[in-house]
């Protein structure tokens, strides 16, 4: 089996996935702009080669790549990235290479733009914000009329929370629409008081779940990015959860195969006419593609396995050789540079030394929704990841950086 992955190197531990595929006999190729002395050592000893053009959004040069990649190894059975960045170059690839398993262009439509989302989630029975995809001025005041305020806008095609606002009153309104890039199609969508739990995991061939697991989001991803303040959640156990139920309708909807996926669902806060009530589940955002913020790592400390082998086995024999059962409560503290916190670092490690599981520095290309230092923690149930997570992140009222 041939495997082409693109950019190999970023995220750094993706080295994880042809780590994985290569023990398993998998002819593993890279394609990425990084030189090749930049790759660290595990992303180059799971490599079997590695071609590096100047630029990955110059698809001639991607197409070189794969071209010199045939002629030498024969047919291509896959390409990956679990890159949202690249799945569009992933899909353009398989269409001219023939490539029979993943999605092509036309399949990615649903996926990649986020009205046509929605009306997947309608298919599944899962109630949707209501949106608009604005042309001009005047849809937009509309729509606001229609809905009230705030509202959310955001890109119908982007990535993470990029160009994501939300806007509260007329004033607001008119600032966003002075300096909006009109060759952007933009969406705007009812503000949902609410918090993010998301759904992940991997299927086979079938669309059945090998393994899965739920994440609930502390704070908004969208104010994070727009105002830099501490990024945190964690694991909650999904057997016999709602979302589990409705995740698996989900899946099963978007028809996702041999993928790892990421789901983003709003559970409500308070009531919400049209959409359900307090506690109830509203389907966001979809994403075929692993998880961001190390929840590929968390899942295995939650589960206490490899999901990257998981992953493998799945590509090469379409099958879960093990039966995974769900542990432990992982929790993503993440702080960021610049802001005032009561703890050392030293002091964290003192009182959860044996909980804790890691203290990672984040790029920076990924610190804006992650924060620049994270602390990765254990714990038996989700109570106490809150307590843990809240001390991490407890802020120093005399002021002093730690």
Known sequence: MNLVFISPNFPTYYWNFCKSLRERGVTVLGIGDAPYDDLVNETRESLVEYYRVNNLQNYDEVYRAMGFFIGKYGRIDYIESQNEFWLELEAKLREDFNIHHGLRPKELEVMKYKSKMKEIYKKANVPTARYKVFKNDEELYEFCKEVGFPIVVKPDNGVGAASTYKLKNKKQVSEFLTSW?????????????????????????????LICTSHVMMQSIMDIVNEGGDTSFYGQIVEGSDIKEVGTRVVKAFDARQKFFHFEFFRLDKDKEGLGKKGDLVGLEVNMRAPGAYIPDMMNYSYNTNVYDIFADMLIYDRCFIEPKQQYCIGYAGRRNGLKYKHHSQQIRMKYKNQLISHEIVPEALSAAMANQVYLLRAKNEQEIKRMIRYVLEKDKEGFMK
């Open 181 to 209: 890039d009109r060759d952007i199609s933009f969406i705007a969508e009812e503000f949902v008081n609410g918090h993010v739990e998301t759904f992940d995991g991997i299927t086979d061939s079938k669309a059945n779940i």
